[in-house]
């Protein structure tokens, strides 16, 4: 499975920005796909993630109520709508994916198999 994050971008605070993950490859490997972001000199962190079949969602805390993932399984994307975005939001962007049948720790970034290159968000204040 190969994974191609796009969307970031400049933004102001309080702006809104959507960015895109498209799988290809042996997209039936794919159980759930997420978000991470990773801000400089910090951890990666879990952000969202949605099951590849099924309305299972998952957010972390931090985004809740202002982020919205979505999937779209005919166009084999992943989507991730980000509004009243803080500077706090600015970081490299990665898409990943979970393999079918893996073991799962959670939404660590350790239990993710695939993952997309970044795309960085930088929300301005």
């Known amino acids: 499975v190969q994974l191609q994050a796009s969307g970031g971008g400049l933004v102001q605070a309080g702006g809104s920005l959507t960015l895109s993950c498209t799988a290809s490859g042996r997209t039936s490997n794919i159980y759930r796909a997420g978000w991470f972001r990773q801000a400089p000199e910090k951890e990666r962190e879990f952000v969202a993630a949605i099951n590849w079949s099924g309305p299972s969602t998952y957010y972390a805390d931090s985004v809740k109520g202002r982020f919205t993932i979505s999937r779209d399984n005919a166009k084999n994307t992943a989507s991730l709508q980000m509004n009243m975005l803080k500077p706090e939001d600015t970081a490299v962007y990665y898409c990943?994916?979970?393999?079918?049948?893996?073991?799962?720790?959670?939404?660590?970034?350790?239990?993710?198999?695939?993952w997309g290159q970044g795309t960085l968000v930088t929300v301005s204040s």
């Open positions: 990943a994916a979970l393999r079918r049948f893996a073991p799962i720790d959670g939404n660590t970034a350790r239990s993710y198999n695939y």
